[in-house]
Nanobody
Framework: QLQFVESGGGLVQPGGSLRLSCAASGFTLDQYTIGWFRQAPGKDHEGVSCISSVDGSTYYEDSVEGRFTISKDNAKNTVYLQMNSLKPEDTAVYYC????????????????????WGQGTQVTVSS
C-alpha cells in the first residue's frame, strides 16, 4: 500500500523559504512519478510540481516556475519541494501523490493517473 508522510510546512514571511519532504513507504520512488499538489482555502487542488520516474523530467506550475524546485532521493525514498521567494498566494495545504508510469502532464496538469494523497502539510505565508 502506497503511503506518504508530508512534512516541513509552517508559517513563513513573504520572501522566505521552506523545504517540504514527502517520505514514501510501500513502494520505491524509481518506479513512480511523484507530484506535489496544493489546495488553498475554497479552491480545488492544483498541481504544483511533478517529477517523472521515466526520464526525470519535471513540471512546474507557471506561478512557481523559478521559485520552487522538486527533487528526490531514491536512497531515502523521499521527494522534496524547495520553495523560495514565497508569496502569500502560496498559502495552502501541500500534498504529495504517486502514479506508476504516469507522465508529469497527466499528473500535474490533468490531475490524473495517480492514487490518493498523503495527509498534507500546511504552508502559510504571511507577515
Amino acid at each position: 500500500q502506497l503511503q506518504f508522510v508530508e512534512s516541513g510546512g509552517g508559517l513563513v514571511q513573504p520572501g522566505g523559504s521552506l523545504r517540504l519532504s514527502c517520505a514514501a513507504s510501500g513502494f520505491t520512488l524509481d518506479q513512480y512519478t511523484i507530484g506535489w499538489f496544493r489546495q488553498a482555502p475554497g479552491k480545488d487542488h492544483e498541481g504544483v510540481s511533478c517529477i517523472s520516474s521515466v526520464d526525470g523530467s519535471t513540471y512546474y506550475e507557471d506561478s512557481v516556475e523559478g521559485r520552487f524546485t522538486i527533487s528526490k532521493d531514491n536512497a531515502k525514498n523521499t521527494v522534496y519541494l524547495q520553495m523560495n521567494s514565497l508569496k502569500p498566494e502560496d498559502t495552502a495545504v501541500y500534498y504529495c501523490a504517486a502514479g506508476r508510469g504516469a507522465t508529469v502532464q497527466a499528473m500535474c496538469v490533468f490531475l490524473a493517473d495517480f492514487g490518493s494523497w498523503g495527509q498534507g502539510t500546511q504552508v502559510t505565508v504571511s507577515s
